[in-house]
């Protein structure tokens, strides 16, 4: 009786050490949990550093739609290029350029029944601000493409004001005023009072100091 039951307990214990793991596989298994670890975290790293660059464009994008508003509202209120603007935790830099808009019609004759000049259509101007990340939160000094950054243009007619406060502001200052008028009109801003006069003792042009006779004149 004793030896069938040995046999059936060393067949038991023979089958159950039989299911355990090996060592290569116990290497292998840890091996795999490294390598899916290593991917997780990298597609985490990965989603983080898209994340900061999204919060940096769109910093940017904002910063631009606030200077694109204040230049259409007065554009001698807009901070120094030089100086970098801060947003949130980042720090950016800028520019704006202007150019002007050549606008040729489809139908001339439709412009002209229209009583609208040339004039009147040479006076629309670009106007593209650009704002990019800049070199004290790792980004670049000058413009890069590879930098995150946004850039917006709009088309503008100086003399088509945006709202009543744009005209208090312009009614008020009468260097606005008379940029205003000139590009209504289309001639040069007049000067100033006190500007384009010659320096004391000095007499305007074509013209001779008291008691003098002009130059090549009659004596």
Do not use: C
Request: aromatic content about 6%; glycine content about 8%; hydrophobic content about 40%.
């Amino acid at each position: 009786m004793s030896g069938p039951r040995v046999t059936t307990r060393s067949r038991v214990l023979r089958r159950a050490w039989r299911r355990g793991l090996t060592f290569l596989e116990v290497v292998l298994s840890v091996v795999l949990l490294v390598v899916v670890t290593a991917m997780v975290m990298q597609a985490i790293n990965s989603m983080l550093a898209a994340q900061v660059i999204h919060r940096q464009r769109l910093g940017a994008a904002e910063l631009a739609n606030r200077l694109t508003l204040q230049y259409l509202d007065d554009k001698r209120s807009m901070p120094a290029q030089g100086l970098p603007l801060v947003y949130g935790r980042d720090r950016y830099r800028w520019e704006h350029v202007e150019r002007p808009v050549t606008i040729t019609p489809a139908k001339p004759e439709a412009v002209q029944s229209r009583n609208t000049t040339t004039q009147t259509l040479n006076r629309i101007i670009a106007v593209t601000v650009r704002v990019w990340l800049g070199e004290e939160s790792g980004g670049s000094y000058a413009y890069d493409a590879a930098v995150p950054g946004y850039v917006l243009s709009r088309v503008v007619n100086p003399v088509a004001l945006r709202n009543p406060d744009s005209i208090d502001k312009m009614l008020k200052n009468p260097e606005a005023y008379r940029e205003f008028l000139a590009a209504l009109t289309g001639n040069a801003p007049m000067p100033a009072a006190g500007e384009g006069k010659p320096p004391e003792g000095q007499a305007p042009q074509g013209r001779s100091p008291r008691g003098q006779a002009p130059k090549g004149g009659a004596k």
